[in-house]
């Protein structure tokens, strides 16, 4: 059965410093794996996703994650913290090989951003 | 391209009552899905609809919630009668096809029960 694991459900950084969000995943098919933000009193937005080929990916607002097999993980990172980047995000692992669509989804890591 | 519109954003019922709630997914999307997402934890699927046939439904409690959609659009979503536990956000999404595209999510409704 698929599950993800997040590790830490507060991050708190400063304005510019690295953001390091950690997900561990359990899938017992090829897993694509999924990043979604959610801003308060609204609904979650697709960061960036893993399906196949080129195993670190882009997404918006300058987060990458990097899929990594041996360890079944999906860390976000971004370079430098901003303060639009304060909210809640989202690992998540599809339940069927090959769908984007019915996720198991971790229980959220709420970024802080101190100016 | 307008988003997945859902009313209503808060609702308040006392426990045993019945509640609804709309969900228009975006133009054109053929897979409709309802998540909850009970506050502290990640959204967690309800049912599935791929146009107006139910995908999957086994995470749905069933004695007391039910969902449709009845022309392959729009869908309701509702528990009666609701316990506390179900208090939460319950989210829509949908997608162009059966989860070969990503999700689009609605701002939720917010659920809360007393």
């Known amino acids: 059965a698929q599950s993800v694991t997040q590790l830490g459900s507060h991050v708190s950084v400063s304005e510019g410093a690295l953001v390091l969000l950690r997900c561990n995943y359990s899938s017992s098919v090829p897993p694509y794996l999924f990043w979604y933000v959610q801003y308060p009193n609204q609904g979650l937005q697709l960061l960036l996703k893993y399906t196949t080929g080129a195993t670190l990916v882009k997404g918006i607002n300058g987060f990458e994650a990097e899929f990594k097999k041996s360890e079944t993980s999906f860390h976000l990172t971004k370079p430098s913290a901003h303060m639009s980047d304060a909210a809640e995000y989202f690992c998540?692992?599809?339940?069927?090989?090959?769908?984007?669509?019915?996720?198991?989804f971790g229980k959220g890591t709420k970024l802080s951003v101190k100016p | 391209e307008a988003g997945v519109a859902q009313s209503p954003r808060y609702k308040i019922i006392e426990k045993r009552q019945s509640v609804a709630f709309w969900c228009n997914p975006i133009s054109g999307h053929a897979t409709l899905y309802w998540y909850q997402q009970i506050l502290g934890q990640g959204p967690k699927l309800l049912i599935q609809?791929?146009?107006?046939?139910?995908?999957?439904d086994s995470q749905l409690p069933k004695d007391r919630f039910s969902a449709e959609r009845l022309k392959g659009v729009d869908s309701t979503l509702k528990i009666q009668p609701a316990k506390l536990e179900d208090s939460a956000v319950y989210l829509c999404?949908?997608?162009?096809?059966?989860?070969?595209?990503?999700?689009?999510f609605g701002n939720g409704t917010r659920l809360t029960v007393t």
């Open positions: 609809f791929q146009n107006n046939g139910v995908v999957d």
């Open positions: 998540a692992v599809s339940v069927y090989g090959g769908s984007q669509g019915n996720l198991i």
């Open positions: 999404a949908s997608s162009l096809d059966r989860g070969l595209s990503p999700l689009h």
